[in-house]
């Protein structure tokens, strides 16, 4: 276990964090900030027209539908749970740079999005893809695709989901006392039958239940604050004072809260990870940059929104300053200002956040197996894999699986990230193209193959 914290440490430290800053700084100059200045066009898209295509066409899903998927996998335990240890780890000053890295991360965000649509190939049952497919059509390296999504089922499908079933399972358990072991086989079958319906159905409950918690979360922040609405300055005061202060700058606490702001940061919205871009490819849109810009968004509301509602309530409480970690710090948060009542609003929170991100990992593991080998015996045995990771996160120690989840979700950006960097000029074009249409009064940009004549493998865009 020491040798893997080693290795996680200076993949993180030396070239992670580094490439991670470098490629969100490059991109949000190359694109002129587009994920400030086309905020309005992200709102348009995600509720417009594309929203409205129904779920039951042959020829793909929405932006909405394929935006909830990807949101599903991004807010998890990680918005209750991740900001809770980044806090407890590197101090409230660690808040300010998951903020820094969301802001500067969607543009890495918009620009994989948009590749992952440009790339996207047509199946029998609608369009899919991913990095893997854009590393193989274009940058024609299939061994590159081929380890990324080996890097991705491990992590998301197989070492995430146990990380999240034993969230579930232990919240059951501490609030009710329910069976460990039953709950988790009961969950199991649950995931299974919903996985196992593919994609459009992945799509539907997801869809639907990505609003409703999200919403539920950010209300009941919202109620806290307006009950503590005199100590909002000291929050924001400490915050900024705990990522610029001279005591945590001589304490080398900064450097902690850097650390622990963009790795969880990440963990929680996974711009530039290479996982959203799975479910980007699946939409029917008109013009690639419309599910990139989509995307984007997703990353603000991620961790601008519902991370910020976990960290107000943290330093609000002062249970920061104790022993707690994870999720149960974000309980004794809650319970020190709404009282005990709070654990069962926390144990539903957590059970839809981390189920909705089972269902999403799940499918990002089915695309890229899909990718690797078409042998139709793969997955029934993905599945079976599935069903036994969730029974073990009721019963198994979790430090092997976030060993492995830190040092796979690296490797996976460090790969993603030379991808994208190398194919970024096509979507520097494709954000041109569209606003060139929209300048022109051309309210739903068209793509058309030939206006990219220069970009290989694509076709789907005929």
């Given at each position: 276990m020491e040798i893997l914290n080693n290795i996680n440490d200076f993949l993180w430290t030396y070239i992670i964090i580094g490439l991670l800053v470098g490629c969100?700084?490059?991109?949000?100059?190359?694109?002129?900030?587009?994920?400030?200045?086309?905020?309005?066009?992200?709102?348009?898209?995600?509720?417009?027209?594309?929203?409205?295509?129904?779920?039951?066409?042959?020829?793909?899903?929405?932006?909405?539908?394929?935006?909830?998927?990807?949101?599903?996998?991004?807010?998890?335990?990680?918005?209750?749970?991740?900001v809770a240890s980044a806090i407890f780890v590197g101090g409230p000053g660690a808040v300010f740079w998951m903020w820094v890295m969301a802001l500067l991360g969607s543009a890495t965000a918009f620009v994989e999005s948009t590749l992952a649509q440009l790339y996207k190939r047509k199946g029998p049952n609608g369009f899919y893809g991913g990095p893997a497919y854009y590393m193989e059509s274009g940058l024609g390296k299939r061994w590159m695709g081929i380890?990324?999504?080996?890097?991705?089922?491990?992590?998301?499908?197989?070492?995430?989901?146990?990380?999240?079933?034993?969230?579930?399972?232990?919240?059951?358990?501490?609030?009710f006392g329910w069976n460990k072991l039953l709950s988790a086989v009961v969950l199991a079958v649950l995931v299974?039958?919903?996985?196992?319906?593919?994609?459009?159905?992945?799509?539907?409950?997801?869809?639907?239940?990505?609003?409703?918690?999200?919403?539920?979360?950010?209300?009941?922040?919202?109620?806290?604050?307006?009950?503590?609405i005199g100590r909002m300055p000291e929050v924001f005061s400490t915050i900024f004072d705990g990522a610029f202060g001279l005591r945590q700058i001589g304490g080398g606490m900064m450097g902690a809260a850097i650390m622990q702001?963009?790795?969880?940061?990440?963990?929680?919205?996974?711009?530039?990870e290479g996982s959203a871009p799975n479910a980007a490819a699946i939409a029917n849109t008109s013009h690639p940059v419309k599910q990139g810009l989509v995307q984007a968004l997703g990353v603000f509301i991620d961790t601008l929104i519902i991370c910020s509602c976990t960290a107000v309530i943290i330093i609000l409480s002062g249970e920061y300053k104790g022993d707690a970690d994870g999720i149960v710090l974000t309980l004794n948060a809650l319970e020190s200002l709404v009282g005990p009542a709070a654990k069962y609003f926390v144990t539903a929170a957590i059970l839809l956040f981390a189920f909705s991100t089972m269902l999403a990992n799940c499918y990002y593991g089915e695309t890229?197996?899909?990718?690797?080998?078409?042998?139709?015996?793969?997955?029934?045995?993905?599945?079976?894999?599935?069903?036994?990771?969730?029974?073990?996160?009721?019963?198994?120690?979790?430090?092997?699986?976030?060993?492995?989840?830190?040092?796979?979700?690296?490797?996976?950006?460090?790969?993603?990230?030379?991808?994208?960097?190398?194919?970024?000029?096509?979507?520097?074009?494709?954000?041109?193209?569209?606003?060139?249409q929209k300048d022109s009064g051309i309210k739903e940009p068209q793509f058309r193959r030939d206006s990219l004549p220069d970009a290989n493998g694509v076709d789907c865009w005929e």
């Open positions: 969100a700084l490059y991109f949000t100059i190359r694109t002129r900030g587009v994920q400030f200045r086309m905020i309005g066009e992200m709102l348009r898209i995600m509720m417009g027209r594309d929203r409205k295509e129904t779920a039951d066409k042959s020829d793909g899903l929405g932006s909405f539908q394929a935006f909830a998927i990807s949101l599903g996998s991004r807010v998890g335990t990680g918005n209750l749970a991740g380890l990324f999504s080996v890097l991705m089922v491990i992590t998301f499908s197989l070492a995430n989901n146990i990380l999240q079933s034993n969230t579930i399972i232990d919240s059951l358990y501490s609030s299974l039958v919903i996985i196992i319906g593919g994609v459009k159905r992945i799509s539907q409950v997801v869809s639907y239940m990505v609003p409703f918690m999200a919403f539920g979360y950010i209300i009941l922040a919202l109620v806290i604050c307006g009950m503590y702001g963009v790795r969880r940061g990440l963990f929680s919205n996974e711009a530039g890229n197996i899909r990718f690797i080998t078409s042998r139709k015996w793969m997955m029934p045995l993905f599945w079976a894999c599935i069903a036994l990771c969730v029974t073990y996160g009721a019963i198994g120690s979790l430090s092997t699986a976030w060993a492995i989840i830190d040092i796979c979700m690296g490797l996976l950006t460090l790969c993603n990230l030379v991808a994208i960097a190398l194919l970024s000029r096509h979507v520097f074009r494709l954000l041109e193209d569209y606003r060139k």
